[in-house]
Every structure is written in structure tokens, then in C-alpha cells.
């Protein structure tokens, strides 16, 4: 009797977290267009506090890109999560995972390349892959001083996707400790980082296809000799 009232109250606080989860992120994407509008007349006004702007949106999406990738996580350790897999122009996708960084990256005046062939196609869950490329994307716009390059090609391991930015490059004691931060027993939840290293290794996991297993690698260098997290969708 008490393991099973355990249970309901343990299921009760998972339901009021996703119920108070959703609650803040309408509250957060509220925030986010009046802080876009406060930027938008900074720029017409010149009144010097653009870059305030930036970093508060930056914080903004981040905590909001937290949530989803929380959210997502329990309904798949529940088993509620239903792949979504269709094929996918790689190209239209990375341009959309740009453009939804588009407001800060002009705000802070950084610029980006993205190289990918128009005729490469992969099949994946949008949605989840959506949220694998915005946190790669994020992170490099914390770290990089100016540009970041975004590429895709197709390997014979699987297609791999690489976000650099020219930025100082990852600590060396991260890229030394990166596999411990797909366990969450290793306490990665006291790194920004870790949450969505580990919601990408999850995202991967569920894309495993003819026995062959994704993953994401991070290290220094490059073209633009700054960070580099690479991405194997297999």
C-alpha cells in the first residue's frame, strides 16, 4: 500500500511539472516578443542598450529551450513520445535552425555560413532534431567572437552536422569528460552544457537505424579554430 501510494504521488509531481512546465513556457514566449520589440526600437532610437537586449534573450531562449528538451524527455521515458520520421531537404532545415537565431545574431553582430548540398536529404524527427540544432547552435553563440560556420554532408557512418564558431574552443577538461555527460548520474545538470548533450544523445538513440548508433562529438579547432560540435545522424 505505501509503495503504491509512493507511486501516485511521484506521478502526481511529474504531471504538475509538465502542467507548470508548459505554463512557463507560453510566459517565456511572451517575454521573448516584447523583448524582440524593445530590441527592434533600440535600433531605431539608438538608445544604446541593444546588447542588453541580446543577452536577455539569449538567457530567455535558453531557460525556454530547457524546458522543451525537459518536457520531451519525460514523455520519453514514459513512453508517450511518438517518432515522428520523414525526409527531411538538409539544407531548408539548417537555414530554419539559423533564422530562429536570427534576432540575436544580428543584435550581437554575428555572422554564419551555412554549407550543405540542396540536394541532400535525411530521413528524422523534425521536432527533436530542431531542438539538437538549436541547442548546438546556442552554445556556439555564447562562445564565439564573431561567425559561425554550419555544415552537412553525407558519410558512409551516416550525415554529419558540424556547428564551429571561432570563439576560445571548448575547456579541454570538458572535451577530456564529454562522455560523462550522457549519464545523468555523473551530475552533467550542473553544466549548461550537459542537459543538452544529454537531450542530444537521447535524440540519437531513438534514430538508430540497420544496427548503426549516432552520437556527438565535441572538440577544438577547425576552420575557424574555435569550438566544434559535431553531429552523427545515422
Known amino acids: 500500500m505505501q509503495d503504491r501510494q509512493k507511486k501516485v504521488e511521484v506521478l502526481g509531481l511529474t504531471s504538475a511539472f509538465a502542467m507548470v512546465s508548459h505554463d512557463i513556457k507560453n510566459s517565456l514566449g511572451i517575454l521573448l516578443k516584447y ?39 519525460f514523455k520519453v521515458e514514459e513512453g508517450n513520445y511518438m517518432l515522428n520520421v520523414d525526409a527531411h531537404a538538409i539544407s531548408d532545415f539548417l537555414e530554419e535552425a539559423m533564422l530562429e537565431h536570427g534576432d540575436l545574431t544580428k543584435q ?19 521536432n527533436l532534431m530542431a531542438g539538437v540544432m538549436s541547442n548546438a547552435i546556442s552554445n556556439a553563440l555564447r562562445y564565439t567572437r564573431d561567425w559561425l560556420r554550419v555544415t552537412a554532408e553525407s558519410t558512409d557512418e551516416g550525415l554529419v552536422i558540424s556547428v564551429e564558431d571561432n570563439g576560445s574552443g571548448f575547456p579541454q577538461s570538458m572535451l577530456d569528460d564529454q562522455g560523462e555527460y550522457f549519464h545523468p548520474e555523473s551530475g552533467f545538470l550542473n553544466n549548461n ?11 540519437l538513440d531513438l534514430h538508430n537505424h540497420d544496427g548503426k548508433q549516432g552520437g556527438v562529438t565535441l572538440s577544438n579547432g577547425g576552420i575557424l579554430e574555435g569550438g566544434c560540435c559535431q553531429i552523427l545522424l545515422p
Not at 36 to 43: E, L, P, R, S, T
Not at 45 to 68: F, H, K, P, T
Not at 110 to 126: K, M, V
Open 108 to 126: 550581437k553582430g554575428i555572422g554564419y555560413e551555412i554549407q550543405c548540398s540542396e540536394d541532400l536529404y535525411w530521413y528524422f524527427d523534425r
Open 193 to 203: 552544457t550537459g542537459l543538452g548533450l544529454y537531450f542530444t544523445k537521447i535524440v
Open 35 to 73: 523583448i524582440g520589440m524593445i530590441a527592434k526600437n533600440c535600433d531605431l532610437e539608438a538608445c544604446g542598450v541593444s546588447q542588453e537586449c541580446a543577452d536577455m534573450e539569449y538567457e530567455v531562449r535558453r531557460i525556454n529551450n530547457n524546458l522543451v528538451k525537459m518536457l520531451t524527455l
